[in-house]
Structure formats: structure tokens, C-alpha cells
């Protein structure tokens, strides 16, 4: 059986010690949900609002002083983070924050709920990018958390939906 994308993610962050992802199920996360649940070593903790994901992982994280995980969707879900992913920030928690997007082929379109996830989490980040292909995706989740970890803050992988639904490739390239 061939791994999506949101497996990909999801075994990556069970092998790096996340036990958790805080998030609100839906929209493009789904896939992510998903792989969690297949996973079964890894936790969906649904919240009732994406804020108190991004608390959750940074208090977590604060607590432990390990990597902790949160995400969010498209647009309300982007912004809803933003609070959570300050406080981690500022507070030194390594915190991973999943921004799962629109469908990629739909970017600069003005898609409903389309937020610019560079712009909105450059200045509560360490690290901060949206991939758009199978092969990039695990290059850019290990800088994120690289980045969360090592500098003491917040790494942040834009995923969009259709980019979790597709063939994982094999691992990092060399090239």
C-alpha cells in the first residue's frame, strides 16, 4: 500500500517523539485525521477552537521542553492559531504548527478562506514555508521542525489538502 503525504507527516512526527496533534477535525485536515487514525500511536485531541490548539501545544511543549504539535485550516483556522503560536514563540516552546491549505492549484485565486500563511506566520516563526510537492514535503516538515526545536520556537509547514491526499515519495532527496 502506497503512503500518502499525510502518513508521510504523521510518522515522522510519531518517530520524532509528538504524541499529539491539537486541532479541529475538517476541511483540509482531513487527511491528516486520517493518517492519525491508521496510525494509532499518535493522539487527535479535537479542540473546540484552533487557539486552543496552539495554547495546548505550547503549554505542552513548555511543560516537557519536547517538539509538541498543533494545526489549523484554511483561513479561520490560520488565524485562530496566530494567539497560541505568539505565546509559544515568546515563550521559548519548541511547537511544530501544521497550516493545512487550500487546494494548491487554487493559490492566488482569492479561493474562500485563502490566507496567506507566509505572511500571516513570518513574525511568530523560526521557520515558515507551504510546500506544493510530494518531493519537497519532507525537506520542508524536517526544517520546520528543526527550526522549532533547535531555536526554541515555532516551525511552521503550510500543507495543502491535496497535497496530503497525494503519494508520499520515498524520503529526503539529495537533491
Known amino acids: 500500500m502506497t503512503k500518502k503525504v499525510a502518513d508521510q507527516l504523521v510518522d515522522t512526527l510519531e518517530k520524532t517523539g509528538v504524541r499529539r496533534i491539537y486541532?479541529?477535525?475538517?476541511?483540509?485536515?482531513?487527511?491528516?485525521?486520517?493518517?492519525?487514525?491508521?496510525?494509532?500511536?499518535?493522539?487527535?485531541?479535537?479542540?473546540?477552537h484552533e487557539e486552543t490548539g496552539a495554547y495546548a501545544a505550547a503549554a505542552e511543549a513548555q511543560l516537557t521542553g519536547e517538539l509538541a504539535c498543533c494545526a489549523g485550516s484554511s483561513g479561520p483556522g490560520h488565524v485562530h492559531l496566530i494567539n497560541g503560536l505568539y505565546d509559544a514563540q515568546r515563550s521559548g516552546a519548541p511547537v511544530?504548527?501544521?497550516a493545512s491549505t487550500i487546494p494548491s492549484r487554487e493559490f492566488g485565486t482569492e479561493y474562500f478562506q485563502e490566507t496567506n500563511t507566509i505572511k500571516l506566520f513570518d513574525d511568530c516563526s523560526y521557520y515558515n514555508q507551504v510546500a506544493t510537492t510530494p518531493e519537497q514535503f519532507p525537506r520542508m516538515l524536517q526544517g520546520a521542525m528543526q527550526a522549532a526545536i533547535s531555536s526554541r520556537g515555532v516551525g511552521v509547514i503550510g500543507l495543502p489538502g491535496d497535497l496530503a491526499a497525494e503519494n508520499a515519495t520515498a524520503g529526503l532527496s539529495s537533491t
Do not use: P, Y
Not at 479541529?24 to 479542540?47: C, F, M, P, Q, Y
Open 23 to 48: 486541532a479541529v477535525t475538517g476541511d483540509s485536515l482531513n487527511e491528516v485525521n486520517e493518517a492519525v487514525r491508521k496510525n494509532g500511536r499518535l493522539r487527535w485531541i479535537h479542540v473546540r
Open 96 to 98: 511544530l504548527a501544521i
